[in-house]
């Protein structure tokens, strides 16, 4: 079996019993803005690899197209180096918060909703493609990768989690509902279904806090909706956090290649 084939199973793995899902309070897998913002506010204040990595394809400047923007955390910390930011998610509501982040920091912006890379041909090209924390939600590997690829002048940075994001989970699935669930694939699957692909990125390992270090009511959020709980058993899920701990760090990477490899 191909690696792109392997990445596409692995994540398949992860769909949720029916039954969960026909009783599921809200949809599991929705990303919550606020979180998303928060972080896009961390994001501003911090030196990453990433960010490092697309200001060395910006050099002097250039335009910026951020896939899966969120609130807009991997590409507004570029500003004033990305002269012009395209912000694309698939959520009318992140999309929302994008521009009202780049209006404040008064960047020229331009949004697209919708799902890359159905929407590839909306959105305008640009020197750099940035797309951090999709690709664990892209089991269709190849058409979405092969895009941002196109899409960019110079290159494309990415960034992801080392391990799958929802693994800390695990041990609250086997708690709170009984069940054994699969980890999800890890950097280390990503990395030779790229290769097949053509793309043999430079990655860059790194760490940094927890977005859930602090706990409190969004991680319970979280939980309540990712094991697609009711809010009755809130308490329940306070207590398993306890017991079982909320992550500290988390191990980063980042990826990124040039569009066009020098000669
Ligand atoms: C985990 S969030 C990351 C947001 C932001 N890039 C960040 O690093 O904070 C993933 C985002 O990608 C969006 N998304 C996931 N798959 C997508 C797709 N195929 N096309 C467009 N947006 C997508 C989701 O709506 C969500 O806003």
């Known amino acids: 079996m191909s690696a792109v084939q392997r990445w596409r199973e692995s994540l398949e793995s992860l769909a949720l019993p029916p039954e969960l899902l026909a009783n599921a309070p809200e949809s599991p897998w929705g ?8 972080l896009a506010d961390e994001a501003m204040a911090t030196q990453t690899p990433s960010r490092r990595a697309a200001a060395v394809l910006l050099a002097d400047g250039g335009s910026v197209l951020d896939v899966g923007c969120g609130g807009g955390a991997a590409s507004l910390p570029l500003v ?7 912000g694309v998610d698939e959520s009318a509501a992140m999309v929302e918060a994008f521009a009202a982040r780049a209006d404040r920091l008064g960047v020229s912006h331009l949004e697209v909703i919708g799902r890359w890379p159905d929407v590839a041909e909306s959105a305008p090209p640009a020197d750099v493609v940035v797309c951090h924390h999709v690709l664990y939600n892209v089991a269709a590997l190849a058409p979405f990768v092969l895009a941002l690829t196109a899409a960019a002048g110079r290159g494309v940075v990415t960034e992801q989690t080392a391990g799958h994001p929802l693994s800390w989970l695990v041990p609250l699935w086997r708690r709170l509902h ?10 280390d699957d990503l990395l030779p279904a790229l290769e097949e692909l053509g793309i043999r990125p430079q990655l860059t390992r790194w760490s940094q806090p927890s977005p859930w270090r602090a706990g409190g009511d969004d991680v319970v959020a979280f939980v309540r909706r990712r094991l697609c709980l009711p809010a009755a058993r809130d308490e329940e899920i306070r207590a398993a956090l306890t017991a079982e701990g909320v992550p500290e760090t988390r191990e980063m990477t980042t990826m990124w290649w040039r569009a066009v490899e020098p000669a």
């Not at 009984?178 to 950097?187: D, F, K, N, V």
């Open 31 to 38: 990303f919550a803005v606020s979180l998303f913002d928060r």
């Open 80 to 86: 004033p180096l990305a002269h012009r930011v395209v």
């Open 178 to 187: 009984g069940l054994e669930r699969p980890p999800g694939p890890t950097i």
